[in-house]
């Protein structure tokens, strides 16, 4: 005689921080309300999916958080392809409300591990940071802040949540679609549909970066504004290849680049004015625990690099890459003031010396750049080290 044995159903847990038992002290970190001392636990049970199910909720309310906040600083969200309905496949994304208006924009375009809105989850409110360093908030604060009348314009992308969930009615990235309810903690993760599931013109990340630039460069920035690209990991990647593939199209409008653990290579640079324009209007940030911070990386170092970018490259002291960003941003937003006053990167700080492709008749306007002078800024960390450059 066999018995029907009932399998153990799926974990739920609300995406809601205080029905979680989590509350964001004075210090804008999440602590545990029953040990106010205590951060969040995400081990709870032998069962990985009951973790990971938990570490999901979790992440959505950090998710929560931060956009509502970014909302406040006066981003609004837009759908991408742009005219999309809200109940159709759409990826979402951020924007200033008066993007128009602006006459400097920057774009900030992150890798696929980082959600809309988050830098890093294992430091937003966590690990004695704040929310806002491990998200978007304070990189906005700081580029609306350092000139109140004039500040530029946001755009982030988002690299991360291209599937559409039909149940839920929204985009999510891959991570959370393997922790979407399932019939039980046994059964296997819903499969992706890739016509079902498919998001039009945005179905890969580089068919996001793509309608990115056409949706968003092309019909919702001022044709006259200057732009700012900071790009992470494979993100920065996906946006210089794009970038050398068209630059004749947007190489009037971009003003300078800033790349955050760089996965290209100097041998993606195949267009000779773009290459030129990353030797002297782009920088690049990696992680160098070694060498003091922001060190440029030559000649005499070079091997703490990995394959060259064409761009100056500058070392950061932080534990993982994925915290660049949010310690480098003063100094990345300096960078970009700096180019739109008329400086370049000089020609004696090019990347350890190496040969770019041939100058070509586009680049007669860089040859006038000014040397570039130490910046005034420094960068920090959430625990208040002073990184001079």
């Known amino acids: 005689m066999f018995r029907r044995c009932e399998y153990p159903a799926d974990p739920v ?32 049970n032998r069962n990985e999916r009951y973790n990971d199910v938990f570490r999901e909720a979790m992440n959505s309310c950090v998710r929560k958080i931060a956009i509502e906040r970014l909302h406040e ?51 937003a409110g966590q690990n004695g940071c704040t929310i806002n360093f491990g998200t978007c908030v304070d990189l906005v604060k700081a580029a609306s802040t350092r000139e109140p009348h004039n500040a530029p314009g946001m755009v982030i992308a988002n690299l991360s949540q291209l599937l559409w969930w039909r149940g839920g009615a929204k985009a999510v990235s891959h991570r959370t679609w393997h922790n979407l309810p399932k019939e039980s903690v046994v059964h296997p993760s819903m499969a992706v549909d890739m016509k079902k599931n498919r998001i039009e013109r945005n179905d890969s990340e580089e068919a996001h970066v793509q309608c990115l630039f056409e949706d968003v460069v092309g019909m919702m920035v001022n044709k006259n504004a200057k732009i700012d690209i900071i790009g992470v990991s494979d993100g920065a990647s996906i946006v210089v290849k794009y970038l050398n593939a068209h630059w004749a199209q947007y190489k009037s409008r971009v003003d300078a680049i800033c790349v955050c653990d760089p996965t290209y290579q100097i041998s993606d640079l195949t267009t000779r004015s773009f290459a030129h324009f990353m030797q002297h209007r782009s920088r690049s940030y990696i992680v160098v625990p070694s060498l003091p911070p922001a060190t440029l990386i030559s000649v005499d170092n070079m091997q703490y690099a990995g394959p060259p970018t064409g761009s100056p490259t500058y070392s950061c002291q932080v534990p993982s890459e994925r915290l660049i960003l949010s310690s480098a941003y003063p100094v990345i937003l300096q960078f970009f003031e700096d180019v739109r006053d008329g400086y370049g ?17 586009d680049t007669a306007e860089n040859s006038t750049f000014k040397k570039l002078p130490k910046s005034s800024v420094v960068l920090h960390g959430e625990d208040g080290k002073v990184w001079r450059p």
């Open 13 to 44: 847990y609300p995406h809601d921080l205080k029905s979680l038992g989590y509350f964001i002290d004075a210090n804008d970190q999440i602590k545990s309300i029953s040990a106010p001392d205590e951060g969040v636990i995400y081990y709870l």
């Open 73 to 123: 600083l006066g981003l609004e969200t837009v759908r991408l392809p742009l005219g999309t309905n809200a109940t159709h496949p759409h990826v979402p994304i951020l924007a200033s409300k008066n993007l128009l208006s602006k006459d400097r924009v920057v774009i900030l375009i992150d890798d696929n591990k980082a959600d809309l809105a988050v830098l890093s989850y294992g430091v």
């Open 345 to 361: 990167n000089p020609e004696s700080i090019c990347y350890g010396g190496v040969t770019l492709p041939e100058k070509d008749d």
